[in-house]
């Protein structure tokens, strides 16, 4: 929201300075990001007066300028501007002077064959307003040498971040009035006259059945005027300062009404409609061509205020380009509604548009404020353009407001710690434009423009902003003993979790809870939640799999050329609206390469064995390595079918890992294959915690023994079984074992042959050979219940 100092001061007496006011309003809740004050950019620029303008040899609309600044000897200056000529005074910017429009320096320089020492300069390069069709032209008065910033009129610039709960923050009234509670300054009563009816409108209005939902009020007068300037004067000066182009009159005063009162309105060329005005939900497929040019194709859910020829406006949103207002406008009608944020809001998001009543209405328009901006723009309309207006033509009915708020002044302190004067309570709330009666308790009417009061703590916010958090006076807690923070299990758990993939080179990702429906759908088969307003298309769901989160940023990613991606994120997954339906998952996606390319290291294209290899170093931490078993069926769409497994602990599934199927790497835009592990770590028991001695850790003096054994087995036995069984032999002595081979081939007749290791650590003495031959022996016996055979 920008807004200059003399727009304010229209509403607020104040002696205090832009800084200061700037302050304060962020310390009342409206953070100012900038202050622009020209002041000190226009330091460096002069006054000059043209001694003499003669024609530049070379170039028939230049001319030669000879100019004093009032000291040394006359400069010369090469001008293109039509109104140069002898006696004018304007502002010169000099060798070395840095031009705000341009963001470059002046040099001296020839033009056309002409010395030129400076530059006569224009509003517009000045940044002072959009003229630019001649130079500056300064009172005859004007001291010639002076600084520019003594003698232009130039406007002191506010930007402010609005939060989405306060609308009324949207007008400089709004401003003006916190400002005005909070003891900067005294509010300035608006005193106009609202203009005579003396003609009949010619044009009617209507709200029909299917729209009453959304716009609930519209009102509108006409007028017949007699002239639409395109300079709208001091209004087109306000609005230039904040960045916006002047059109014409009339356009200008609903832009400045928007920014003013936070009342957008819209403003018909009546010659340019056909019949009355009626507020209707559009016909689906209906076109219609906004203000900016561009074609929309409206559906049923849209809101419209059309004439018999069709479409005239998008409610809230913008204009159509066939009946607006120019220069050449002799019959206008003005109306103003009143909108439901939601379906305001939607409608802009489906159809992708931008503007300023979008802004405000979204955020919620005062209801109460339709007559009060016709009457004000009306004024403004009449003074200027002159000429006739009716009455006000209506449909619909003002919403009502019968909130009422019975507010004891004990609360404050409850809440807050600290009392606050009745007094000051009661003027606070006053200023704000509440209506306060009662004492010690207080009955607050909020006014329609705060529909964010609704509840006693939101009086009470309202008066420790205003009145100041630095009334609050710091203490330290009594806390004793003090109790160290402690972590949950889970949490516990989880931080390990992240720690341990972190420490395999693995980066932590954060995402939003929202994902595609379409990439959900494609992943799994099926879209979770349903988001009823999302933020944008593509977060229209609560996620179900961790991979529809991280998949794309794999893909924006690749797009700025990182390909060897390893990403991890620890997030909640939705299977259902209910807090049970909630649950935690780790999960990891890794593409590209393995590692990056080294001389000294041997890098591969990552695939399903690298995402099984972290997602069991993770259940080799958690003591769960060699109590899972591998199952490849019930696979979901998304990934590969034939590289991909379930992990299950008992019959309930714990963790998925694989590649992602090729099909969605090509929609994704993903350059490399992807793999991926889902880790679900909520079911997976917490160990009972069993006393709190520490476990020391265990060494061995004794030599360590390895054996190698091949065994046959068909082709869809998991070697996973086998290693499991092996080390249930003998847990005190059996350290480890591991898969070092798998051989298959024609000649083996649809068997495979397994080959692996078995680690032998001993504790209390050295191995005899009968000790060795007695675990192999039951390492084959093992296999051979298994169905296994020697090799």
Same mark, same amino acid.
Request: charged share 25%.
């Given at each position: ?11 607020l ?45 070379d ?55 002409v ?64 400002l ?25 209005l ?5 729209a ?5 009020y ?7 005027? &007699? ?5 709208s =004067?001091?209004? /087109?000066?306000?609005? $230039?300062?904040?960045g916006? *182009?002047? +059109? !014409?009159?009339?356009?200008?005063v ?8 936070c ?21 689906e ?14 559906t ?8 018999? &020829? ?5 409610? =809230?949103?913008? /204009?159509?380009?066939? $009946?607006?207002?120019d220069? *050449?406008? +002799? !019959? ?51 003074y ?8 006000l ?11 009422s708020? $019975? ?5 404050? +302190?409850q ?8 007094d ?12 306060v ?13 705060r ?44 931080f ?8 395999i ?10 994902v595609s ?24 769901v ?54 990056e ?41 998304g ?55 520490k ?9 360590g023994?390895?054996?190698?054994f ?5 082709e ?43 680690v ?14 007695l ?17």
């Amino acid at each position: 929201m920008k807004f200059t100092l003399n727009w304010l001061k229209q509403y607020l007496d104040t002696d205090k300075t832009p800084a200061e006011l700037a302050d304060k309003l962020s310390l009342i809740g409206l953070e100012v990001e900038e202050l622009i004050d020209p002041s000190e950019t226009l330091k460096p620029f002069i006054v000059a007066e043209v001694l003499d303008a003669k024609p530049h040899p070379d170039a028939d609309k230049l001319q030669v300028l000879s100019v004093s600044i009032g000291e040394g000897e006359p400069l010369q200056v090469v001008c293109g501007a039509p109104n140069a000529k002898k006696g004018l005074k304007g502002i010169l910017a000099r060798p070395g002077d840095m031009i705000p429009a341009f963001g470059e320096k002046i040099k001296k320089a020839k033009v056309r064959g002409v010395e030129s020492c400076g530059m006569m300069c224009s509003m517009r390069e000045l940044q002072l307003g959009q003229d630019h069709d001649g130079i500056i032209e300064l009172d005859a008065n004007a001291p010639v040498g002076t600084s520019a910033a003594d003698v232009l009129k130039y406007e002191v610039v506010f930007d402010a971040e609005v939060t989405p709960n306060r609308p009324d923050y949207l007008g400089v009234k709004g401003i003006a009035r916190d400002l005005a509670a909070s003891g900067m300054g005294t509010m300035i009563d608006e005193q106009f006259d609202p203009v005579k009816s003396s003609i009949e409108s010619v044009v009617s209005l209507a709200v029909a059945d299917d729209a009453k939902e959304v716009c609930s009020y519209i009102g509108g007068i006409y007028s017949e005027i &007699k002239r639409n300037p395109v300079r709208s =004067g001091w209004i /087109g000066d306000l609005l $230039s300062a904040v960045g916006m *182009n002047p +059109k !014409n009159f009339l356009v200008d005063v609903t832009n400045f009404m928007t920014l003013d009162s936070c009342r957008p309105m819209h403003a018909f060329d009546v010659d340019k409609l056909s019949g009355n005005l009626t507020v209707r939900q559009a016909k689906e497929g209906e076109k219609f061509v906004g203000l900016d040019g561009v074609e929309y194709t409206l559906t049923s859910a849209d809101t419209v205020v059309a004439d018999d &020829k069709g479409v005239q406006l998008l409610s =809230g949103i913008m /204009g159509a380009k066939s $009946s607006g207002c120019d220069e *050449n406008t +002799k !019959n206008v009608f003005l109306i103003a509604e009143t909108l439901d944020p939601v379906a305001i809001r939607r409608t802009a998001r489906r159809h992708n548009i931008q503007s300023d009543a979008k802004f405000r209405f979204e955020r919620g328009v005062d209801p109460a404020s339709v007559g009060y901006g016709l009457s004000k723009a009306t004024h403004m309309m009449n003074y200027v353009c002159k000429g006739e207006v009716s009455g006000l033509v209506e449909a619909g009915a003002v919403p009502s407001d019968d909130r009422s708020i $019975s507010y004891d002044l004990k609360s404050f +302190k409850q809440l807050i710690g600290i009392d606050i004067p009745s007094d000051i309570a009661v003027n606070i709330l006053t200023v704000l434009g509440c209506d306060v009666t009662g004492t010690d308790v207080l009955t607050v009417v909020p006014p329609s423009y705060r529909q964010d009061l609704k509840e006693v703590h939101d009086i009470t916010e309202e008066l420790i902003r205003i009145w100041g958090y630095d009334k609050i006076v710091s203490q330290t807690l009594d806390i004793n003993p003090v109790v160290k923070p402690v972590l949950l299990p889970a949490q516990t758990r989880l931080f390990q979790v992240k720690r341990l993939l972190a420490s395999i080179g693995m980066n932590e990702a954060l995402s939003w809870s929202f994902v595609s429906g379409k990439l959900e759908e494609k992943l799994i088969g099926q879209t979770g939640v349903r988001i009823s307003n999302p933020i944008t298309p593509d977060h229209d769901v609560l996620r179900q799999t961790g991979l529809s989160s991280l998949l794309p940023f794999v893909s924006s990613n690749q797009a700025r050329g990182q390909l060897n991606l390893q990403l991890f994120e620890c997030a909640p997954i939705f299977n259902g609206i209910n807090p049970g339906d909630q649950e935690m998952v780790v999960t990891g996606v890794m593409s590209g390469e393995s590692q990056e390319k080294s001389w000294d290291k041997r890098e591969h294209a990552v695939d399903v064995m690298d995402a099984k290899e972290a997602l069991f170093t993770v259940l080799d931490r958690l003591g769960l390595s060699d109590k899972v078993q591998l199952v490849t069926d019930e696979l979901i769409p998304g990934v590969h079918p034939y590289r991909s497994a379930r992990v299950l602990l008992g019959k309930f599934e714990i963790a998925r890992f694989g590649e992602v199927h090729p099909m969605i790497i090509k929609d994704q835009s993903i350059k490399t294959g992807v793999a991926f592990f889902e880790l679900f770590i909520d079911r997976i028991p917490l160990k009972a915690k069993k006393g709190t001695a520490k476990q020391e850790l265990q060494t061995s003096a004794f030599q360590g023994v390895r054996r190698d054994f091949a065994f046959m087995a068909d082709e869809d036995f998991k070697s996973g079984d086998l290693i499991k069984a092996v080390k249930k032999l003998n847990p005190q002595l059996i350290t480890d074992v591991y898969l070092f081979d798998v051989y298959q081939g024609e000649k083996l007749n649809g068997k495979k042959s397994l080959a692996i290791t078995v680690v032998m650590q001993p504790m209390d003495k050295t191995l005899t050979d009968a000790d060795i031959e007695l675990v192999a022996a039951n390492v084959m016996i093992t296999a051979e219940d298994l169905g296994l055979s020697l090799r």
